[in-house]
T-cell receptor
Framework: SQQGEEDPQALSIQEGENATMNCSYK?????LQWYRQNSGRGLVHLILIRSNEREKHSGRLRVTLDTSKKSSSLLITASRAADTASYFC???????????FGAGTTVTVRA | DAMVIQNPRYQVTQFGKPVTLSCSQTLNHNVMYWYQQKSSQAPKLLFH???????NEADTPDNFQSRRPNTSFCFLDIRSPGLGDAAMYLC?????????????FGEGSRLTVL
């Protein structure tokens, strides 16, 4: 069953702007992950944040996690045309080592 | 260097004609997953293997079967594809068993059912 839900469903921004997307989930987790999917391709892992972490950075990516609100955000700074893709959050439930994906946010970066 | 390889990338079949999709990995990961992804939807887990142990999701139709003859290979068999089975099928692997770490995905196999 789908655990995470992303918001917004779609996002269109100008190159150089920041893009922020949010993920909410329902039950307690071990960790939360973000993936990127280019059109017609497989998913690529971006970042993993554990339930005892609040913020994590990787290059132009910043992820936050608020376990009290059961939510996470992904920020892409200084966006580029190559960032155009769908972004998915995925949660790993406690006592269950499967990953459940949300429906994703489609990001379009205009040149 | 592709680490999870799926074949074929594109598969066209007729209604009811069996299809087999393959996945191979060079990562020596214990866990292998098959996800189904329909257009603009979340990837949906069909089943996974932890080593040789097969784990079927409760809502995976009986029409879908899987085989894992060894660590490196995993197959998805669709016995009688229907129009609703047209989707992207994604294979993924994971090293950790106790809890899921990063998943490594293949490029997917897109199935069209005529």
């Amino acid at each position: 069953s789908q655990q995470g839900e992303e918001d917004p469903q779609a996002l269109s921004i100008q190159e150089g702007e920041n893009a922020t997307m949010n993920c909410s989930y329902k039950t307690s987790i071990n960790n939360l992950q973000w993936y990127r999917q280019n059109s017609g391709r497989g998913l690529v892992h971006l970042i993993l944040i554990r339930s005892n972490e609040r913020e994590k950075h990787s290059g132009r990516l910043r992820v936050t996690l608020d376990t009290s609100k059961k939510s996470s955000s992904l920020l892409i700074t200084a966006s580029r045309a190559a960032d155009t893709a769908s972004y998915f959050c995925a949660t790993d439930l406690i006592n269950d080592y499967k990953l459940s994906f949300g429906a994703g946010t489609t990001v379009t970066v205009r040149a | 260097d592709a680490m999870v390889i799926q074949n074929p990338r594109y598969q066209v079949t007729q209604f009811g004609k069996p299809v087999t999709l393959s996945c191979s990995q060079t990562l020596n990961h214990n866990v292998m997953y098959w996800y189904q992804q329909k257009s603009s939807q979340a990837p949906k887990l069909l089943f996974h293997y932890y080593d040789k142990d097969f784990n079927n999701e409760a809502d995976t139709p009986d029409n879908f079967q899987s085989r894992r003859p060894n660590t490196s290979f995993c197959f998805l068999d669709i016995r009688s594809p229907g129009l609703g089975d047209a989707a992207m099928y994604l294979c993924a692997t994971s090293r950790e068993g106790g809890y899921t770490g990063e998943l490594f995905f293949g490029e997917g196999s897109r199935l069209t059912v005529l």
